[in-house]
């Protein structure tokens, strides 16, 4: 089995008590040896001075290859390549290059007199600062923005032509969302890597805002296992969670996947939870031939003969059920 690669997703704390967070959390999975890191941008562009400040700090810290979310958002180009440059100058030489979400006052993004209009253009002026690896979004579920089917393909390889060499997904919740929207791309000419973005679900209602604001589907078994699993208590939540995250990470690594990116929230346990039931061990090696069957449920969806992906088996929330059954 080929070595896994991970990264992590961070957000920059905004206060003492969250920047004590953040620092553990990265204590905590930096000794899994991730590929890179990745500090966001707030909405609206309201982290600029935070993200460049938190991403130069664990590049510094903790020795880590950081990518610094940026956003076309609130500043003129020239502000936001300053920005790069500043960054770059720090030794962060990795962006993720983003049109951004808009302030909260706005319904949609608009883009601010002088600024970047959409991301292609963004991505095409950080490719011209010397030393730059730019990632890119990509959407397996559809963008609200998205005009017609397929128009988050032809997005991706318009930012992809523009400079970008990498893409990280949107989070999805089952693997075949993925295994489409990656055979698509390759169909359209992509074959950049497309990185899958994991949440592991730190709290379900949080969760389902998250979704219907990206546009990422919510599948009804999901949505029963964990209403059941919150009226149920007794820590079945964080369980559930850990499970159905295993289960989605070992299917996208039995279709091929090397590298998977964790949405951590800067709270670390389901994370390491599931890189450790996934049997990766902390250097990032893989523990053995075989994943950990006993935490890894065995309802994975398996290619049939002609290579294509089987649908999942509804009863994949099993793995709940059996927890359930301890009473
Ligand atoms: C991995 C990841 C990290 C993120 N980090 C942050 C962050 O740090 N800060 C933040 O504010 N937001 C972040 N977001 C959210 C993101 O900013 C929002 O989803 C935003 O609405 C779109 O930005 P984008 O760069 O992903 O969009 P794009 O890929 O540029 O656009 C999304 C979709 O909208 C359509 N579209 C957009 N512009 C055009 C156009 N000009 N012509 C035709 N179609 C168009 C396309 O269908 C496209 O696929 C992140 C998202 C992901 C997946």
Not at 137 to 152: K, T, V
Not at 241 to 268: K, M, Q, W
Request: proline share 7%; hydrophobic share 35%; glycine share 8%.
């Amino acid at each position: 089995m080929p070595k896994q690669r991970l990264s992590f997703e961070f957000f920059p704390p905004a206060n003492p008590a969250a920047e004590a967070r953040l620092r553990n959390t990265v204590d905590e999975l930096a000794p899994f040896g991730p590929e890179f890191v990745s500090v966001t941008y707030g909405a609206g562009g309201t982290t600029r001075a935070l993200t460049l400040e938190t991403a130069k700090e664990i590049q510094a810290d903790h020795g880590l290859t950081v990518a610094a979310h940026l956003t076309c958002v609130g500043a003129p180009r020239e502000r936001i390549l300053s920005t790069a440059r500043n960054l770059a100058d720090a030794g962060v030489r990795e962006i993720l290059a983003l049109r951004g979400d808009p302030p909260k006052d706005q319904d949609r993004f608009l883009p601010q007199p002088g600024g970047f209009r959409n991301t292609c253009e963004l991505v095409s002026a950080l490719a011209d600062i010397p030393g730059l690896r730019i990632r890119v979004s990509a959407y397996p579920d559809p963008h609200p923005d998205a005009a017609y089917a397929g128009a988050d393909v032809d997005w991706l390889k318009r930012k992809l032509d523009a400079g970008a060499g990498s893409a990280i997904t949107q989070f999805f919740f089952e693997a075949e969302t993925y295994f489409r929207f990656r055979d698509t791309c390759q169909r359209a000419g992509i074959d950049a890597p497309i990185i899958p973005g994991i949440l592991p679900i730190q709290n379900w209602e949080t969760t389902r805002g998250f979704a219907r604001r990206c546009g990422a589907h919510i599948p009804d078994w999901l949505d029963s296992a964990f209403r059941t699993a919150l009226r149920d208590g007794n820590g079945r939540h964080d369980i559930l969670a850990i499970s159905v995250c295993t289960e989605l990470c070992s299917e996208l690594i039995d279709g091929g996947v090397e590298h998977l990116h964790f949405y951590t929230l800067n709270r670390p346990n389901l994370t390491r939870e599931v890189i450790h039931a996934l049997g990766l061990s902390p250097a990032g090696k893989n523990l053995g031939t075989e994943r950990n069957s006993a935490r890894s449920p065995d309802s994975r969806s398996k290619r049939d003969a002609s290579g294509t992906w089987m649908p999942l088996n509804p009863s994949r929330s099993h793995a709940y059920q059996g927890l359930t059954s301890v009473h």
